[in-house]
C-alpha cells in the first residue's frame, strides 16, 4: 500500500479536478483494488472517516469509508437510492483543510454499489456514516460540501488557549457566515 497525494481545493490545478464528474468503473481490477486499499492507507494517515478517488486525482467512481469502530466499507459506483430525515451538523473534509461547515444532510440513506470483489452490496447509513457516504459521492460528481455549508468555521493551525472552562480545547477559531 501506499500514501498518496490528497488534493487540495487551495492549489487551482488540484481544486480543477476536485470539481470533474468522475467516471464508473467498468471493471474492478486488481488495479481498483490498489487504488482502494492506497487510498483506505491515505484516509487513515489523514486521520479522516472517508475518501473519494477524485481526493487523489483518480476520477473513478470509487469511496472508501471507515467511521470509528466500525468496519471498512469499499464502494464502486455507488449511487444513493433512498433518503430518509434530515440532520444539521459539522463537516470537513481532507481536500479543504483548516476548515469545517455546518452542512444539511439526510440522517439516514441507503446506497448500492459495488465491493471490491465486484459483487453488488447495499449499505445503509445513518447519522456519521449517512453524512459520509452524502459526503464521499458528492465528491464523485465534483461537489465539495463548502458548496452546501450554510456557515463556515475557520479552524487555526495551532490550538488556542481555551477562552475559560467551558469552551472546548478545539482549534475554534471564528464563525463567519458563507455568501
Ligand atoms: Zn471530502
Redesign the pocket.
Known amino acids: 500500500m501506499a500514501i498518496l497525494h490528497i488534493y487540495d481545493v487551495n492549489v487551482p490545478e488540484e481544486e480543477a479536478l476536485l470539481k470533474k464528474h468522475s467516471r464508473p468503473v467498468e471493471a474492478v481490477t486488481p488495479r481498483i483494488k490498489t487504488l482502494l486499499d492506497d487510498m483506505y492507507e491515505t484516509m487513515l494517515d489523514a486521520a479522516g472517516v472517508?475518501?473519494?478517488a477524485p481526493?487523489v486525482g483518480v476520477l473513478r467512481r470509487v469511496v472508501v469509508i471507515q467511521i470509528p469502530d466500525e468496519k471498512r466499507i469499499n464502494l464502486i459506483n455507488p449511487v444513493v437510492v433512498s433518503k430518509e430525515g434530515e440532520q444539521t451538523g459539522e463537516e470537513?473534509?481532507?481536500?479543504?483543510p483548516m476548515l469545517a461547515g455546518i452542512v444539511t444532510r439526510p440522517m439516514k440513506v441507503k446506497v448500492e454499489a459495488l465491493d471490491e470483489n465486484g459483487q453488488p452490496v447495499a449499505v445503509e447509513g445513518e447519522g456519521l456514516l449517512a453524512r459520509a457516504l452524502c459526503?464521499?459521492i458528492d465528491?464523485l460528481d465534483g461537489v465539495?460540501?463548502t458548496d452546501l455549508a450554510t456557515e463556515m468555521i475557520e479552524y487555526s493551525s495551532e490550538p488556542e488557549e481555551p477562552q475559560d472552562a467551558e469552551e472546548p480545547a478545539r482549534r475554534k477559531k471564528n464563525r463567519r457566515k458563507q455568501h
Open positions: 472517508g475518501l473519494a481526493q470537513g473534509c481532507l481536500s479543504v459526503h464521499e465528491h465539495i460540501y
